[in-house]
């Protein structure tokens, strides 16, 4: 991807290398916070644009960036890594707004400490307070999945375990395919040491063993998810195939972790008669419950609160009407395109009277919609040997990750005419028109 301006060049060649340097940093600082290659170049050439660098082309992976800058006769080309393989949705936004802000004819050390600053901003929440969200917000999709009291009362103890330990795993730098076999491994144990204890304790049927696997929802990769879904319909293949690779391989650590666990203590995962709540009662159980989780969800990605909030309120909105349409004989994965093409355009309108990003906002409140108990039951079916039953799940849940990366796609497109056209590169327009 490459741009073209006319901005003034600096007036020293060797200017260009720190000039370079800071446009790289710049890259890598979003990419390691989570952001879309798309984001990232943008930002990359906001940041150039201000440096008054002639033109830039970046080459964006999930892990790597390859920036050449051109300028006052002079080319530098930089490589950079990063292996910070998380989601700050805090820091896409202070860096989007400090970088928006940079004026033109910026130093090479202005950019820096913009960016410092902005680094210093978003901070993240304490361990504790991710735990207890964590079991929030898989005891309220335990509940969008049809779980009772019992169910949601044991996934919240196993997933705010769970989330605790992976905390703690990943501060120490342990590999995170390893993290994840390891800590669903722990969440699923959990939950059905919980479920047994009940059950031996208040003579409580034996039919809550199949909601362990809404304990390791908190382990679906929700926000990488759909950023690589963004980056391939963008044709950003470098960024969304390896992204994409990267959210199949946790998907499948985790699948394999509760797939052990139910093996070795012979546990039915099949789903049984769920609870029988009339409308409009549903309706607003729904609402709240995809609220909390949503809003817990956004926290994990280490949003601000006020954006929580209102990817909290995005979801609720969406979320229960889509779960109502299908109710009445909806096809699930065109109610599912249009609760994420909904999510998408409520983002924007909330992006435009805000400072929060649209991934901020639109990822926690479509991360509910992401099929995960039906992939982890499919999973389970494959090594049973189920392969019919292994297909009809597995097919669904394909159709219903693509319905979100479509209808969230379809919301960029509707609203941002950069993303429904990509004109050649030297038509593009200035970037303060």
């Not at 007036?11 to 952001?35: K, N, T």
């Not at 047994?196 to 696997?213: K, L, N, Q, S, T």
Request: proline fraction near 4%; hydrophobic fraction near 55%.
């Amino acid at each position: 991807m490459s741009f073209s301006h006319r901005p003034p060049a600096p007036q020293h060649p060797s200017h260009l290398r720190y000039a370079a340097r800071a446009v790289l940093r710049a890259g890598l600082l979003l990419l390691a916070s989570g952001a879309s290659a798309y984001r990232v170049k943008h930002s990359m050439e906001r940041t150039a644009h201000a440096l008054g660098i002639r033109t830039t082309h970046a080459a964006v992976s999930f892990t790597e960036i390859t920036v050449t800058c051109y300028g006052c006769g002079d080319v530098c080309t930089l490589t950079g890594e990063q292996r910070t393989l998380g989601v700050n949705a805090a820091r896409i936004d202070a860096l989007i707004v400090a970088i928006d802000a940079l004026p033109a004819g910026s130093t090479p050390a202005q950019v820096t400490s913009a960016l410092d600053d902005a680094i210093a901003r978003a901070r993240s929440y304490p361990a504790w307070v991710l735990a207890l969200v964590s079991g929030l917000a898989c005891a309220c999709f335990c509940f969008l999945n049809r779980g009772g009291v019992v169910e949601c009362a044991a996934v919240f103890f196993a997933a705010s375990v769970g989330q605790a330990a992976r905390g703690w795993l990943a501060r120490r730098l342990v590999n995170h395919f390893g993290i994840w076999f390891l800590v669903g491994a722990l969440a699923a144990l959990l939950y059905l040491a919980t479920v047994g204890v009940a059950e031996a304790c208040w003579d409580i049927a034996v039919v809550h063993e199949a909601g362990v696997v809404s304990a390791l929802l908190f382990l679906i990769p929700g926000f990488p998810l759909v950023t690589a879904m963004l980056d391939t319909i963008r044709a950003d293949f470098s960024a969304g195939l390896t992204r994409g690779a990267y959210v199949t391989m946790l998907m499948l650590a985790a699948g394999m972790a509760v797939w052990v666990v139910t093996v070795i203590f012979g546990t039915d995962i099949a789903p049984h008669a769920a609870y029988v709540i009339p409308e409009p009662w549903l309706a607003l159980a729904r609402g709240a419950a995809t609220f909390v989780a949503s809003y817990g969800f956004a926290m994990l990605f280490t949003a601000e609160q006020g954006a929580a909030l209102l990817a909290g309120a995005i979801g609720a909105i969406v979320n229960a009407a889509r779960l109502t349409a299908q109710d009445a004989g909806f096809y699930n994965v065109a109610a599912v395109f249009l609760a994420a093409l909904g999510a998408g355009v409520l983002a924007h309108l909330l992006t435009r009277r805000t400072r929060f990003s649209r991934v901020s906002l639109s990822v926690p409140a479509v991360v509910v919609m992401i099929p995960g108990v039906v992939f982890f039951r499919g999973l389970h079916a494959i090594n049973a040997g189920q392969i019919a039953q292994a297909a009809g799940a597995l097919t669904n849940v394909v159709l219903v990750i693509c319905a979100v990366g479509a209808g969230v796609a379809a919301a960029r497109m509707i609203t941002d005419r950069h993303w429904l056209m990509e004109p050649p590169h030297e038509l593009s327009p200035a970037f303060d028109e």
